[in-house]
């Protein structure tokens, strides 16, 4: 959102917002869904996508259906396969390009891969993205590849797998593989509001009404999709990766995930925010050794 577009939704969200904060509530929640544009936003990211394009054709694409519409799925095979298969999921803004890798890594390792692109993200159809359409997203996945040995998720993604795994929607399964990892993700989706309602000047009640949209479409209120709830209730070994200087999403959420317990491990990797954290050799060798079991695990800066 440019910094004048932010003022018009500012001044136009707070004027409704005195006049009906549950019109105003909902109006936030669809522009909080409203996915970005999927152009790259510098000539240095263009470049690295154009460069992951290479890889992404030798993958084996197949579109999926969801309840509104197809995302792209993408299945990378190794040249010897040592028997696992897991999913990786980008995180909001971003697609199955940016993850290449970790995805690299693990194909290298011997690992089968699977990774999907988000509804409004990367190839798949539409212009928004909430936790229901996410975790469809996870479902259709499973469904046609899994069960998965592992899923790896960034940012909102890594709050997606979790979701999933946990079943905390009644219309999806729960799809629990043998491990999972998160990289840079919030633990709390009411937090995740609260910084958007505060960065559109949102009033209390406004924000409240914004939460109560999620309890209008998923049957369920906001805090069932708090990640470190459902790491604690799961109890699946967990590996969770942050950095401390990650200005997107605070380092408390990986803190709140580690007391879930002790089959969650907390890995920092300081100096490398938030999106960086994912493009890393060393994050990407990081989660392959944790999935392989592998003597070379180890911490991160």
Same mark, same amino acid.
């Given at each position: 959102?440019?910094?004048?577009?932010?003022? /018009?939704?500012?001044?136009?969200?707070?004027?409704?917002?005195r006049?009906?904060?549950?019109?105003?509530?909902?109006?936030? &929640?669809?522009?909080?869904?409203?996915t970005?544009?999927?152009?790259? =936003?510098?000539?240095?990211?263009?470049?690295?996508?154009?460069?992951?394009?290479?890889?992404?054709?030798?993958?084996?694409?197949?579109?999926?259906?969801?309840?509104?519409?197809?995302?792209?799925?993408?299945? &990378?095979?190794?040249?010897?396969?040592?028997?696992?298969?897991?999913?990786?999921?980008?995180?909001?803004?971003?697609r199955?390009?940016?993850?290449?890798?970790?995805?690299?890594?693990?194909?290298?390792?011997?690992?089968?891969?699977?990774?999907?692109?988000?509804?409004? @993200?990367? !190839?798949?159809?539409?212009?928004?993205?909430?936790?229901?359409?996410?975790?469809?997203?996870v479902? /259709? !996945?499973?469904?046609?590849?899994?069960?998965?040995?592992a899923?790896?998720? @960034?940012?909102?993604?890594?709050?997606?797998?979790?979701?999933?795994?946990?079943?905390?929607?009644?219309?999806?399964?729960?799809?629990?593989?043998?491990?999972?990892?998160?990289?840079?993700?919030?633990?709390?989706?009411?937090?995740?509001?609260?910084?958007?309602? =505060?960065?559109?000047?949102?009033?209390?009640?406004?924000?409240?009404?914004? =939460?109560?949209?999620?309890?209008?479409?998923?049957?369920?209120?906001?805090?069932? &999709?708090d990640?470190?709830?459902?790491?604690?209730?799961?109890?699946?070994?967990?590996?969770?990766? @942050?950095? @401390?200087?990650?200005?997107?999403?605070?380092?408390?959420?990986?803190?709140?995930?580690?007391?879930?317990?002790?089959?969650?491990k907390?890995?920092?990797?300081?100096?490398?925010?938030?999106?960086?954290?994912?493009?890393?050799?060393?994050?990407?060798?990081?989660?392959?050794?944790?999935?392989?079991?592998?003597?070379?695990?180890?911490?991160?800066?």
């Amino acid at each position: 959102m440019t910094s004048f577009s932010l003022q /018009v939704t500012r001044f136009g969200l707070g004027l409704l917002g005195r006049i009906d904060a549950g019109k105003a509530g909902r109006a936030a &929640f669809r522009i909080f869904c409203r996915t970005p544009s999927r152009k790259p =936003k510098t000539k240095a990211y263009a470049a690295r996508l154009e460069q992951a394009s290479n890889e992404l054709s030798q993958a084996k694409r197949l579109d999926l259906i969801i309840d509104r519409g197809l995302i792209a799925t993408y299945l &990378f095979e190794p040249d010897i396969y040592v028997g696992r298969t897991s999913l990786v999921v980008h995180g909001w803004g971003s697609r199955t390009a940016d993850m290449m890798t970790i995805i690299r890594e693990l194909v290298a390792r011997g690992e089968r891969v699977v990774s999907i692109d988000l509804p409004g @993200h990367g !190839a798949s159809a539409g212009r928004t993205l909430n936790m229901i359409q996410a975790i469809a997203a996870v479902d /259709v !996945a499973w469904r046609q590849y899994g069960p998965f040995d592992a899923m790896i998720g @960034h940012s909102f993604g890594g709050a997606v797998i979790v979701n999933a795994a946990a079943g905390s929607l009644g219309c999806y399964r729960s799809h629990r593989p043998a491990k999972l990892v998160t990289i840079a993700s919030p633990h709390s989706m009411a937090g995740v509001f609260d910084g958007f309602g =505060k960065m559109l000047g949102l009033g209390r009640d406004v924000r409240i009404a914004m =939460k109560e949209q999620v309890r209008y479409i998923a049957a369920h209120p906001i805090t069932d &999709f708090d990640t470190d709830v459902h790491l604690r209730r799961m109890t699946i070994p967990t590996l969770v990766i @942050h950095a @401390h200087d990650d200005k997107e999403v605070p380092a408390i959420c990986a803190e709140m995930a580690g007391k879930a317990g002790p089959h969650v491990k907390v890995h920092w990797a300081n100096g490398l925010g938030h999106r960086r954290i994912i493009a890393s050799a060393e994050v990407a060798s990081l989660v392959a050794d944790y999935l392989d079991d592998g003597p070379r695990l180890r911490l991160v800066a």
